[in-house]
C-alpha cells in the first residue's frame, strides 16, 4: 500500500478524531455514538470537501457502521470489568437479545432507504431528546414504575424499538438501556453493567450488516469494508483506550450534578450542529461560470471583428 498525503491525512484525522472521542467518553461515562458518530461525520465531512473520493450522501451511513464496530471492542471490555465485580445480570441480556437483534436488523434495513440528509435529521433528533433528558431527568426522578423488568409483548416492543433505534443513531444503548431498567426497579450499578452488554448484543449485528450494506458501494473513504472503515475503527478504539482514563479523572473531579448537565449541553450542541448541518443548502459555485462566460464572449467578438476588418479590406 502507498501511502500518500492524503492517505496519511486521513489517518490523523482519524487517531485525532479516535483521541477525542475516548476523552469525552471517558469524561462523560458514555461510548458510542453520542461521540465517534459526529467526530467521524465532522472529519469525513471536511477531508470530502474538494474531493470526489468521497461521496457526501456515504458519509453517515460510514459514520454510524464504523461507531458500531468501535462498539464491540468497548462495551465487551466494559461488560468484562463489570462481570468481575458480579454486576452484569446475564439473564437480562439473555431474554432480551432476540428482540433487540430483530430490532437492529429493522433498523438496518430502515437505514438503507435512507440518505445522508435523512440519517443526519434522525440522528440529530435521537440525540436531542437524549440531552434533555441529561438536563431535565424528569422520568428518573419519579422513581421506578414497577419492580421487574417489561415481559412478554411489553418486552418485545422495547426490546425492538431499542435495539432499532441505537442502530439507526450508531449507539450502543447504555443511556436507553439504564433508564428502561431503573423505571423497572433495577439498583443503578447492576443497570449500567448489564447496559454495558446492550452495547455488544447492538454492535455485532449492526457492524455485519453494516459490511454488507456498504458491500460494493461506491464514494466511500479510504479502507473501508463496507460501510465500515477499518482505518477509523482501529484508530478510535486504539486512540480511545489512551484518552479515556484522562477523560475519566477529570469527570471524578467535578460534580456529579455538573458533570450531568454537561454531558446534556454536550448532546445539545451536538444534535444542534447536525440538524443545522442537515437543513444547510449546499453551496452553489456561480463565479467559474460568470469568470470563463466573459473573456469567452470578448474573445469571440474580437475574432469576428478582426475577421471583419480583413475581409473590408480584401486581406
Known amino acids: 500500500m502507498i501511502l500518500t498525503p492524503e492517505t496519511l491525512l486521513f489517518i490523523a484525522a482519524m487517531l485525532a478524531a479516535g483521541a477525542l472521542a475516548g476523552f469525552v467518553a471517558g469524561l462523560f461515562g458514555i461510548g458510542g455514538g453520542f461521540v ?3 467526530a467521524l461525520a465532522s472529519v469525513l465531512t471536511i477531508l470530502s470537501a474538494g474531493s470526489d473520493a468521497i461521496a457526501p450522501d456515504k458519509i453517515m451511513h460510514v459514520a454510524i457502521g464504523t461507531s458500531l464496530a468501535t462498539i464491540i471492542f468497548t462495551s465487551m471490555r466494559s461488560v468484562q470489568a463489570h462481570a468481575k465485580r458480579g454486576a452484569v445480570d446475564f439473564e437480562i441480556l439473555r431474554s432480551w437479545t432476540p428482540w433487540v437483534v430483530i430490532g437492529v436488523v429493522l433498523g438496518l434495513l430502515v437505514a438503507q432507504y435512507l440518505d445522508g440528509h435523512a440519517l443526519k ?3 440529530g433528533v435521537g440525540v436531542f431528546i437524549m440531552s434533555w433528558h441529561f438536563l431535565f431527568p424528569v422520568l428518573t426522578r419519579r422513581g421506578p414504575v414497577s419492580t421487574e423488568m417489561p415481559k ?3 418486552r418485545g416492543g422495547l426490546g425492538s424499538v431499542l435495539g432499532g433505534y441505537c442502530t439507526l443513531l450508531g449507539i450502543g444503548g447504555g443511556t436507553p438501556a439504564v433508564l428502561i431498567m431503573t423505571l423497572s426497579g433495577q439498583p443503578m450499578h447492576r443497570a449500567v453493567a448489564t447496559a454495558a452488554g446492550f ?3 447492538i454492535a455485532v449485528p449492526g457492524t455485519i ?4 450494506a456498504g458491500f460494493g458501494q461506491t464514494g466511500l473513504p479510504f479502507g473501508s469494508l463496507g460501510y ?4 477509523a475503527a482501529l484508530a478510535i478504539t486504539s486512540m480511545s483506550v489512551i484518552t479515556a482514563p484522562w477523560g475519566v479523572a477529570v469527570a471524578h473531579n467535578l460534580n456529579a450534578t455538573h458533570l450531568r448537565r454537561a454531558l446534556g449541553l454536550y448532546l445539545l450542541v451536538t444534535s444542534s450542529i447536525m440538524l443545522v448541518s442537515a437543513f444547510s443548502p449546499p453551496p ?4 467559474p461560470f460568470n469568470v470563463e462566460t466573459a473573456p469567452a464572449v470578448s474573445t469571440m467578438s474580437a475574432d469576428i471583428s478582426v475577421q471583419n476588418l480583413e475581409q473590408d479590406h480584401g486581406i
Open 36 to 38: 465517534v458518530v459526529p
Open 121 to 123: 435529521v434522525t440522528f
Open 152 to 154: 412478554g409483548f411489553m
Open 199 to 201: 452495547g455488544t448484543i
Open 209 to 212: 450488516g453494516s459490511i454488507i
Open 228 to 231: 465500515v472503515n477499518v482505518i
Open 284 to 287: 452553489r459555485s456561480v463565479t
